[in-house]
Structures are given as C-alpha cells and as structure tokens.
C-alpha cells in the first residue's frame, strides 16, 4: 500500500498517489458498501490505499481496512474452454493396422452418499431385475465430459438458444441501460391470437385503458376479462412491496395484425426455465375453452413484426446473441472440419459411430447393507446459466467492476468453459450446518410436497459401497485408448461425480480400472484353447501408463509446454483447474461454506465467481 490523498467528488471517492500525483477511482463494489459518514470525514485525509489496474482496490482509515467484498462461492464451477481444439491422430472410424480392442472392468467405490432415481416418483434408488445399478448411460455421460476437457476437444453439448433478461433494476448499469432501449418507451399492449390453420401467431394492438390498485391478496398472475368495460384486468403479481398499480388492457384498436415470428414464440418458450411466474401465454392463447379470443400482452415490434412480448409491463425480453456465440473455438493449424478425441471415441450421429460401450453397473451387495435411511434433500436449484457472472469470463476476473461486466448481450464476451461440481462431504446429521438433508423421516411417514420446490425424499446408497461394470472398446488406436484411460484414472485424491444432488455433496465415487486387450485376429483363428475353453485370446495389460503417456505426448504437439508423460499433462494450467475440481479432500477450514449457494441478496451484487484454484486460497487480499 502506498500513501494517497483522496478527494470527494459529487458521485465517486478519488484517490491521488503521493509517489507520483497520479488519481484513481475507488473500485464501485467498495464504494457501495462505505458508510456515508465515512465519504463524507475522508475528504482531503491522506490513507494507505492499493492500486490495481488504475482502481483502488482497498485503502486503511481511521483503523479500519476497506477493501472488495469475498468474491461469489457457488457449488460449481468451471475449467476453461481450450480456444483451440485438437484433432484426433487418426481421423474416421475405419479399422487400422495396430488398432486396439478389448475392455476396462472398473470398481466404483462412492466415497459420500449416491443416488440415483429409479424414476421420476420414485425415492428408491435405480435398480434392474431388482440389483441396485448405475446405468452404463450415466458413467458414459460422465467420462465423455472429462474425454472432452482433457483431450482439447470441442465443447458440443449445451443449449443453444438465446437467454433472456429483466434489467431494468439491475446494479449492473451496462445491463439495465440495455433493458431500457429493448422495452418500448411507448407503452404498447395488444391480444396475442393463434391461428391453428397456419400454425401462426398473431398481436393485434390494442389500446392502454388505464391502472387499477395491487390487490395484495392476488400472489398470482392472472388475466381476467371484464365484459361491461370491455377490459382486461392484468394482476402481474407482487413484483416488489412498491408496486401499487397494475394495467388494463381494451379489445383490439382496429389496427392491423402483427406477426409473431417463430424465433421469438422459441425465445419466449425457451426462457420458461427461467421465468419465476407460474404463466405461459403461449399454452393460455391455445386454450379456446378459456381464451377464446386471445390473450392479452405487451409487446414491442420494429413496425413490420414483433420483436419480443410477455405478460407485463415490464417483461423479460431475450439477448440480441445465443449461447453458442460466446464460444469461441477453432480448429488448432486450421479451420477445416475435422475428428476431435470425444467423437473419434465416442461417435456422433452423423459423422462416427462409437468405439466405447458402457455396461451398467452393479452392486452386488444386500439392500439393507447399503442404502440409507428415507431422507428428504436440502432445496435443489436448478443450473441459471443468466448469472452472466458466473458463467461468462470476466475482464478483471473477482475485480470486474459492475459496470464492467460482460454478459450474454456482448458478442465479445468468451463463456467460462464447462461446468463441474465441487467435491464437499456433507452430513445427512439436520443439526450440522451444510447437511444434505432437511428432513428424516420414518419409514411409513407420507412427505406433503405442497411448496412445489426441488425437495423430495430419496433413499441414497452408503459411502464405500462398491459397483462394478466393464467398458467394452473396439478399433481404439493407442492415443485414443490413453485418453480413456487418463479420463478414468484420475491422479491420487481425485474422485468422479455422478448422479443427482451434486451441489448438496451427493455423488462423489472413486474409479479403479484393470485393461483387458483382445487379439481379434488370434481369437477367430481357433475355437477352443489347450485346456478344450472357449479360446477368447484375452490378455491382461498390467501397465497402464503407457497409453496414458503416449495420449499426454500427442496433445502436447498441440501445446507451448511439451509434457513427456501423463503426470506432466495435469500440469497444464488447465488441468491444474481441473485437478483441483476432482480433489476429494482440500485442507480447507471453510471448505463448505466456500462452496455454498450464495443468498438472494448476494446474488444481486453480481460478485464474480474465482478460478477453482483461487478458491482454495486464503480470501484476504494482501494488504
């Protein structure tokens, strides 16, 4: 830190540096929070402050350390999408001198409770002919998302749709300015119709018949039609304590009708997952029985066509850009459609077909060895990819200033990368802060689930309980076989997850694999061994480094370092992330919390999430 004088200005706190006169804002998450008695007594005071990148970031006075509040925690978070990918040695699935055949067995041992529905009502665990099983389909879905982390390979399977948002109080200043140019400064309402034959949707303008009194008693969102004003009554819900009034809406003006193209019927269904009212206008305008003669709401159009509507006033309204724009990848040497690792191994539709079958797994073990108590989870939310500050890149990373952030409405902005789940030993014991569980109960007591949240009863598998399976692999080339082998055979202290309540801690397992090689062409060249068995020209393969060495080779022809062996791979920066992600334990005191759900409150401060390694740090700042 270094001596500073600061000046007050009508809206910011600037900072002038004795050491060379040059003057620097204070960072505006640490001017949010200093009381303004403070603003006021630190006028033309010298301090201690610390500069980074032209802000203040922290500065003493009066005894006291002001400085950037802890960054956000979340139980996720993400290792960095590869701006290049790496093509696969051998491109095509065509059968190659030297190609490799045969399978993997594998132990899963879970190390924290693992569950995983037999079906959507049900609370029992996913069982087959009565065996308790994890389905080949979640460990394949599993192995092939860190296939395609580790290999460079391209990031494929998410959502692609555009988001949607309602910045219109939003502390991000960028964001809530974008908020007013989208929504109409012109008050615009209509009746949304839709016209079976074509299959279109339609608004015909209507006219604003004034505001009628909230009636707090109505939580819900609700349209009524009342015949002798002609008028629809808009109840839009208890957005907030301070609104008073809500909208009428009359009977079409005469105007002509304007479509609604098909992209933005798509961005309004698409943003129900995020929408917290319980309306669909799309389902209500094709209910004839109790909207005969459409549905009313507010719009706004470009005088050719409609651009965005919804049920209020104030509406969400989408993101000029999709998800897929801010992934920002290219073919490493070249642009040219080529075979990334995931699919030279794991197929696709329609250029490859698969060279790995997973087996389910089974646990051979008695029920009443295994599986825990009834118990009803903690709340489980669902992923909001609209937290732009969690899922997108940050310029200054946890020191991005609000009006700083990038969001999905920046065609420049990059996405993080993919998403992964913290390891975190949670307690099934209600009293303990952090448990999974909200409730025991007995084992006739009927849950009530009236609240309509994410909590249901399950009955989960013990911690140290075992599953075994097998990989069955055909025509892998030795690169290929390393890559698969890398992904399941993680460094020392590192676990997989699987199946449901992984932000709660749920689902943490440890993979050991034994490699089996076929000869294909020596089993098919006798049917019986010596001993008069079935000749299946098996053989074990005790060292498995060595595929896992010549993939980590491979990759590093595409990479600055060169790493020799598997070992010197997870030093990539990447996979120094990823490694700490996979880490079971970390020697952290406040492990939990740190990898807890924010609160609402803190949600709206859009702290920006850390690297996974600066969340294993100490959170003060070296000042």
């Known amino acids: 830190m270094e001596k500073a004088k600061v000046i007050k200005t009508k809206h910011d706190l600037i900072f002038k540096m004795n050491r060379n006169g040059a003057e620097f804002y204070l960072h505006d998450r640490i001017k949010n929070i200093i009381p303004e008695y403070v603003k006021e007594r630190i006028h033309n005071q010298t301090v201690n402050a610390l500069e980074e990148n032209e802000i203040v970031i922290a500065f003493k006075f009066e005894g006291h350390t002001y400085t950037l509040p802890d960054p956000a925690r979340a139980p996720y978070n993400f290792i960095q999408l590869n701006n290049k990918i790496v093509p696969a040695k051998q491109q095509g699935t065509s059968n190659v001198n030297n190609s490799l055949s045969g399978y993997i067995e594998i132990q899963i041992k879970t190390k924290t409770p693992l569950f995983i529905r037999n079906n959507k009502e049900d609370e029992n665990f996913f069982t087959i002919n009565g065996e308790l099983t994890i389905p080949g389909s979640s460990i394949r879905g599993m192995i092939r ?3 395609e982390i580790v290999s460079w390979s391209e990031l494929k399977f998410f959502d692609n749709r555009r988001l949607s948002h309602r910045g219109m109080a939003d502390k991000a200043k960028r964001l809530q300015n974008i908020y ?6 012109e008050e ?15 608004i015909y303008p209507a006219d604003l018949k004034g505001r009628f009194p909230v009636d707090k008693a109505r939580k819900k969102i609700e349209v009524e039609y009342n015949p002798l004003e002609k008028v629809w009554y808009i109840h839009s819900g208890l957005f907030s304590n301070k609104k008073q009034q809500n909208w009428k809406i ?13 992209i933005v019927v798509q961005d309004y269904l698409s943003d129900s997952k ?36 919804g049920h209020t006033r104030n509406y969400r309204v989408p993101y000029d850009y999709k998800i897929g724009d801010h992934v920002k990848q290219d073919w490493a040497n070249s642009n040219e459609e080529k075979i990334d690792f995931a699919h030279a191994i794991f197929g696709d539709s329609e250029i490859t077909s698969t060279k790995v079958f997973f087996e389910d797994a089974i646990c051979f073990q008695k029920h009443n060895e295994v599986i825990m108590e009834r118990y009803v989870t903690q709340l489980l939310l669902s992923p909001k990819p609209t937290t732009f500050q969690h899922y997108l890149e940050q310029p200054f990373g946890t020191k991005t200033q609000m009006e700083e952030l990038e969001h999905w409405g920046d065609n420049e902005a990059h996405i993080r990368g993919n998403k992964l789940y913290w390891h975190r030993n949670t307690s099934a014991n209600t009293s303990d802060n952090h448990s999974w569980v909200k409730k025991h109960l007995r084992r006739d007591e009927v849950f009530d689930q009236t609240t309509g949240t994410e909590q249901f009863p399950i009955r989960a598998v013990k911690e140290e309980v075992v599953f075994s399976s097998r990989i069955r692999f055909d025509n892998l080339i030795e690169e290929e076989l390393g890559c698969l082998l890398f992904a399941l055979q993680l460094p020392e202290g590192c676990c997989h997850k699987l199946g449901m309540g992984k932000p709660l801690g749920l689902g943490s397992v440890h993979i050991t694999p034994s490699l089996t090689l076929i000869d294909r062409k020596e089993r098919y060249s006798t049917i019986f061994d010596k001993n008069n068995s079935w000749h299946t020209a098996e053989e074990k393969e005790d060292d498995l480094q060595q595929y896992k060495d010549a993939f980590a080779q491979y990759i590093g022809n595409y990479l600055d370092e060169k790493p020799a062996n598997a070992e010197a791979l997870w030093n990539n920066n990447r996979l120094r992330e990823l490694k700490i992600m996979l880490t079971l334990n970390h020697n952290v005191s406040d492990w939990l919390e740190r990898t807890s759900y924010q609160t609402l409150e803190e949600f709206k401060q859009r702290l920006v999430l850390p690297k996974p390694s600066e969340i294993t740090k100490p959170k003060t700042y070296n000042i």
């Open 180 to 185: 007013k140019n989208e929504i109409s400064t």
């Open 274 to 309: 995020s929408r917290t009212e319980d309306v669909d206008l799309i389902e209500w305008v094709k209910d004839k029985n109790k909207f005969p003669d459409g549905v009313p709401v507010f719009y706004n159009d470009d005088s050719t066509q409609v651009i965005s509507f």
């Open 145 to 147: 998302n860190l296939v």
């Open 188 to 202: 615009k309402a209509g009746i949304l119709k839709y016209e079976e034959t074509t299959r279109k949707y339609f």
């Open 250 to 262: 009359g009977l079409p003006n005469g105007k002509s009708a304007i479509p609604v193209p098909d």
